[in-house]
Every structure is written in C-alpha cells, then in structure tokens.
C-alpha cells in the first residue's frame, strides 16, 4: 500500500484546511487509516482514525470539536478536515495505514505511511 497525502499549507489562525490521503498500489480500503502529527522539535502524535468502514472515528482531546477524520473508499481516499486552526496545529501530517480493520492511537498499530504534507498557521 502507498499512501500520499496532499493538503497541507500555510494558513492564518481560525482558519480551515482539509487534508486528503490517497492509497495506490494495494487499496486501503479494508484497514483503518490514522492520521499523526509531528510538530518541530517535538514527538509525533495521534490525532485522528478511522475504521475501514468509516466508523468508529475517534481523536486526540486537543483537535475534538476541530478535526472531522472521512473516507471515500470509492476514491480510496482518507480525509482530515480541520477547521479553527490554532498555531499549536502547526506540525507535518502523516496518514497510514493500519495493520488491522481499525487501528488505534499508537503508531505500531500501522503498517504504511505517507510521506507526510505539512500546516502551517499563523497567529
């Protein structure tokens, strides 16, 4: 499975961007798809997944009420909407693929990743 993710871009505080992963190669569409971040300086962290089904979605408290994680698997295509961004959400955003139908919040629990699109913001 390759996974690329496009989207990412500078944008000023309050404002939107909506990531999209796509899977070529091997679909994704039986796996559940997680997007990560990893801030300057900092660890990479869980944000956002989603079951291969487009259940279950689930996020890491400080995007809750912000972030809307989709897919299409018609498209084969994972999505990240962010609304309210905030310059804490400044980071390079990664999607993979999980190893199982659902995933999880750590980062041993998937399988392919992408090469990462990065979000600015601006305050």
């Known amino acids: 499975v390759q996974l690329q993710a496009s989207g990412g871009g500078f944008v000023q505080a309050g404002g939107s961007l909506r990531l999209s992963c796509r899977s070529s190669?091997?679909?994704?569409?039986?796996?559940?798809v997680g997007w990560f971040r990893q801030a300057p300086g900092k660890e990479r962290e869980f944000v956002a997944r989603?079951?291969?089904?487009?259940?279950?979605?689930s996020y890491t408290d400080s995007v809750k009420g912000r972030f809307t994680i989709s897919r299409d698997r018609t498209r084969n295509t994972v999505y990240l909407q962010m609304s309210n961004l905030k310059p804490e959400d400044t980071a390079v955003y990664y999607c993979?693929?999980?190893?199982?139908?659902?995933?999880?919040?750590?980062?041993?629990?998937?399988?392919?990743w992408g090469q990462g699109t990065l979000v600015t913001v601006s305050s």
């Open positions: 989603i079951s291969w089904n487009g259940g279950l979605p």
């Open positions: 190669g091997r679909t994704f569409s039986n796996n559940g």
């Open positions: 993979a693929a999980a190893r199982s139908a659902y995933g999880g919040a750590d980062g041993s629990s998937y399988a392919y």
